[in-house]
């Protein structure tokens, strides 16, 4: 077991364990997701997996499923060659978002993360409504935020100072950090805040310099990276996939594809801690049942006049909510769609049988 402390396998996972499974299994960290397999550790070398048959048809949705940063029950062969898992363990924490597009579905991101690095870039692509949308996700996680404004090196202090600010003003218990992968002070300071057993990841869009800073970390090129658009300043996709990278000093981190679209499904823990100053003007509202809209005594409207309130922040939270609703009600009906199928066909399986 003390192979598996250092990768994170604390208390809580232990006393969450089947003690069923625990009898009949060995328990790994899922390393790397791929398309039909999986890449664990025991603690020493990454090992290739496959899923069981059981685990893999009784699944009803991908989050039955083991993701990057899960601990599984697994199986191992040829001498720790190839692995079978078995099932999955109660999740400390989940990062996910709504599938892109119109399907109504779960992505996993990836799971028992402790903190989350959410990294925009200081030039034309910083966006305080997308960092809400980032917020929103990870507070709905129930994971630590910490913002890192990359680039630096290509704005004034002052410029730095006066985004710091708005963000302290959406989000003042957040740590908001700048850095510049030219400059290595800071990247030291990013460093610092990395603990030995626990989990990090970064999440921003493309081109914010995701993973140039975890190469910056690791102190080598050991992830592809691409330039940036100068005419869109768009980055190019280079994470496809998720991976576990372990540290010398003992922590681990994801780095993450980067997202163009952030779908809320049901986030509403997480709209209400990142935009807990609207909740709390709710309260104060004239009648119990204000929409907010036009009525007068609505608290939210009275702060938004007096420019206590941004209106582009309400505008954002309001669309958030919107569309957390909307796929919320949608994901009930096709789980509920997916149970039924699921359902006829075993159901025309045991027929089959007799």
Request: include cysteine; hydrophobic fraction near 35%.
């Amino acid at each position: 077991m003390s192979n598996l402390k250092t990768l994170g396998y604390s208390d809580w996972f232990e006393s969450k364990a089947d003690d069923e499974k625990i009898a009949a299994h060995d328990v790994a960290r899922v390393v790397s997701v791929h398309k039909d397999s999986y890449t664990v550790t025991k603690g020493g070398e990454d090992i290739f997996a496959e899923l069981s048959g059981n685990l893999l048809y009784s699944a009803d949705s991908a989050i039955d499923l083991p993701t990057t940063g899960d601990w599984v029950y697994a199986d191992f062969f040829d001498e720790d060659t190839h692995a079978i898992i078995y099932g999955v363990f109660p999740r400390k924490t989940l990062l996910k978002r709504k599938t892109a597009g119109k399907l109504v579905d779960f992505q996993l991101i990836a799971a028992n993360i402790d903190v989350a690095f959410i990294i925009q870039s200081l030039n034309e692509n910083f966006n305080l409504r997308r960092l809400e949308r980032y917020l929103v996700m990870v507070n709905e996680s129930g994971i630590k935020p910490i913002i890192l404004l990359s680039k630096s090196d290509l704005i004034p202090n002052e410029e730095i100072n006066e985004i710091k600010e708005k963000i302290l003003a959406i989000s003042p218990k957040t740590t908001v950090m700048e850095f510049s992968n030219l400059n290595q002070e800071s990247i030291d300071s990013i460093i610092g805040l990395l603990k030995s057993g626990s989990s990090y990841c970064l999440l921003g869009s493309s081109g914010v310099g995701k993973t140039t800073l975890l190469n910056s970390i690791i102190g080598g090129d050991q992830f592809e990276t691409q330039s940036v658009s100068k005419i869109q300043s768009k980055g190019r996709h280079t994470t496809t996939s998720r991976q576990l990278v372990r540290l010398e000093n003992g922590a681990m981190i994801i780095d993450t594809p980067g997202m163009r679209e952030l779908g809320s499904l049901s986030v509403d823990e997480g709209l209400d801690e990142t935009f807990s100053e609207i909740l709390e003007l709710s309260q104060s509202c004239k009648f119990a049942n204000c929409s907010h809209t036009n009525e007068k005594g609505c608290a939210i409207l009275a702060a938004i006049e007096r420019g206590e309130l941004s209106e582009e922040r309400y505008q954002n939270y309001l669309k958030m909510k919107r569309e957390s609703d909307f796929n919320q009600m949608s994901y009930l009906d096709k789980r509920k769609k997916d149970k039924d199928f699921g359902k006829l066909v075993k159901a025309t399986m045991k027929n089959k049988r007799r």
